[in-house]
C-alpha cells in the first residue's frame, strides 16, 4: 500500500507570498495532522482535521490554515509568509483521532 | 517546564555498544508513549510504542515510569545503521486535541565503526 504522499517536496517563496501545501493520507485512514519542524527542533502540531472538521489547533497564527476534502486528503495554507515560516512541513495521517500516526516525506519550504 | 524533554546529545558510540536515551514529560495525565526515528532529512517514522510494562522488539527496549513521568530507550548491540535521531513522543490525555503529538528535540546518535 503507499504511504501518505506530499507535495511540492521543495518549495522557495518570498516574504509576503502564499502557499498551499498538499497531503494524500494512507488508504483507509480518515484523519490527518499537520506538523511543522525547524531545524534542529521536534515536530510542532500545527492542525488535525477529521472526517473534514476540524478536530485541533496549534499555537500557530491566523496566517495558517488548512482542509480537509472528501476523499481525506488534506491542504495546509499559509498566507503573509516569514522568514520564520521556513521549515520541514510534514503531513501524518491516521485511522482514527487517536491512533498511530504515519508520516509522509514532507514539504521543505525556503522563505528568502 | 517544556512539555517532553530529552537529552539532546550527540551520543558517540562505537559499534556493538549499548546506549540509553532518556525522557520526561510534564503532564501527568498523557495516555500514549513513542519514540519514532528520524534520519537526515527524513520524516519522522515509528520506532514503537511504550508501555507501562516495558516492550522489548529485538535490540531495544523501551520503558514507561507513570509515577516519575520518565520514559526510556535502551540499544543493544548498536549497529551503524542505528545512527538517526530519537524521538520521544507523548500523546495528550483528551481534553486536547487528541491527535496532537507532542515530540522531543530528540537526541542525536551516531554510531562509529
Known amino acids: 500500500d503507499a504511504g501518505v504522499t506530499q507535495s511540492p517536496t521543495h518549495l522557495i517563496k518570498t516574504r509576503g507570498q502564499q502557499v498551499t501545501l498538499r497531503c494524500s493520507p494512507i488508504s483507509g485512514h480518515k484523519s490527518v495532522s499537520w506538523y511543522q519542524q525547524v531545524l534542529g527542533q521536534g515536530p510542532q502540531f500545527i492542525f488535525q482535521y477529521y472526517e473534514k472538521e476540524e478536530r485541533g489547533r496549534g499555537n500557530f497564527p491566523d496566517r495558517f490554515s488548512a482542509r480537509q476534502f472528501p476523499n481525506y486528503s488534506s491542504e495546509l495554507n499559509v498566507n503573509a509568509l516569514l522568514l520564520g515560516d521556513s521549515a520541514l512541513y510534514l503531513c501524518?495521517?491516521?485511522?482514527?483521532?487517536?491512533?498511530?500516526?504515519?508520516f509522509g516525506p514532507g514539504t521543505r519550504l525556503t522563505v528568502l | 517546564r517544556k512539555e517532553v524533554e530529552q537529552d539532546p546529545g550527540p551520543f558517540n558510540v562505537p559499534e556493538g555498544a549499548t546506549v540509553a536515551f532518556n525522557c520526561t514529560y510534564s503532564n501527568s495525565a498523557s495516555q500514549s508513549f513513542f519514540w519514532y526515528r528520524q534520519d537526515c532529512r527524513k520524516e519522522p517514522k515509528l520506532l514503537m510504542s511504550?508501555?507501562?510494562s516495558g516492550n522489548e522488539d529485538g535490540r531495544f527496549t523501551a520503558q514507561l515510569n507513570r509515577a516519575s513521568q520518565y520514559i526510556s530507550l535502551l540499544i543493544r548491540d548498536s549497529k551503524l545503521s542505528d545512527s538517526a535521531t530519537y524521538l520521544c513522543?507523548?500523546?495528550?490525555?483528551?481534553?486536547?486535541?487528541?491527535?496532537?503529538?507532542?515530540f522531543g528535540k530528540g537526541t542525536k546518535l551516531s554510531v562509529k565503526p
Open positions: 513522543v507523548v500523546l495528550p490525555a483528551y481534553g486536547g486535541s487528541q491527535g496532537n503529538l507532542i
Open positions: 511504550v508501555y507501562s
Open positions: 501524518a495521517s491516521s485511522r482514527g483521532l487517536s491512533d498511530t500516526q504515519y
